[in-house]
């Protein structure tokens, strides 16, 4: 992990679980300068706090407050300086139980969405001048982590075509439909920042076992994310735009 190393990392939701892994997993690459994570209260985030490296920065970001947002990218500005970002990795979410055959819940849905689809899009709107301006510093067409790149954390839930499940087993219909989305928005983003040299990337994790995916789940964090960080290293320009697993195979849309 040397080649490809990204100066500049940001990680959202990076209090527990998937994305306070994913930050340890970064902070072993020595080649990586400045790791901004983000979390919802600073003062609980006591896994986050007991990593030891003075290039890890911590931040206070509530993803549905436009001004926390705000005061996260002018302070992400300061530390970053005239380099841009290289990596944006859109972790934050929540899994809201929802079923077709459930009561009828508008608010339900809405903060469902609202946190992990529109709130994600927000954010990465507002980083988008650093990550133009770290792609900048680099000359050519080829795309990498370590020039400017938006990692979406996805789901398997979120594939249309291997929906074989509905949502009465589990209520895990306004998650998926959240995390469609967030692969939407992953694949216009690719297009649109094609002229910006900027990757773009949706990753499907697999069922972890965390606080959201419950001990029921599959797999570890310390099996998976090991294996999805080193896949961030292999990006390139053939992986714009689509969808994968965290060892890079492809998931269908």
Request: proline share 4%; hydrophobic share 40%; charged share 20%.
């Amino acid at each position: 992990m040397t080649s490809s190393s990204p100066k500049s990392v940001v990680v959202t939701g990076a209090n527990r679980g998937i994305g306070l892994t994913i930050v340890q997993e970064l902070i072993k690459d020595k080649n990586i300068e400045l790791i901004i994570a983000t979390a919802r209260d600073v003062a609980k985030a006591g896994d986050l706090k007991s990593i030891n490296d003075a290039r890890l920065h911590i931040l206070p970001l509530e993803v549905t407050c436009d001004k926390s947002i705000d005061q996260f990218v002018a302070n992400t500005t300061e530390l970053l300086g005239s380099n841009g970002l290289n990596l944006l990795v859109n972790n934050a979410g929540v899994m809201i139980p929802y079923q077709t055959k459930g009561e009828p819940n508008r608010a339900a849905l809405a903060e469902q969405f609202d946190v992990n689809t529109i709130s994600m899009v927000i954010l990465t709107q507002k980083l988008l001048p650093l990550l133009r301006e770290s792609a900048l510093k680099s000359s050519g067409d080829q795309l990498s982590i370590s020039r400017s790149a938006v990692i979406n954390i996805s789901s398997g839930l979120a594939s249309i075509s291997q929906n074989n499940r509905g949502s009465e087993m589990l209520p895990i219909l306004a998650y998926s439909m959240s995390k469609t989305a967030v692969n939407q928005f992953t694949k216009a983003f690719s297009i649109d920042t094609k002229d910006d040299h900027i990757l773009s990337v949706a990753f499907a994790p697999g069922w972890i076992k965390t606080d959201m995916g419950t001990q029921n789940a599959q797999f570890t964090l310390e099996e998976t994310i090991p294996t999805l960080v080193s896949s961030f290293y292999k990006l390139n320009n053939s992986h714009n735009g689509a969808f994968f697993q965290r060892d890079l195979t492809v998931t269908p849309y």
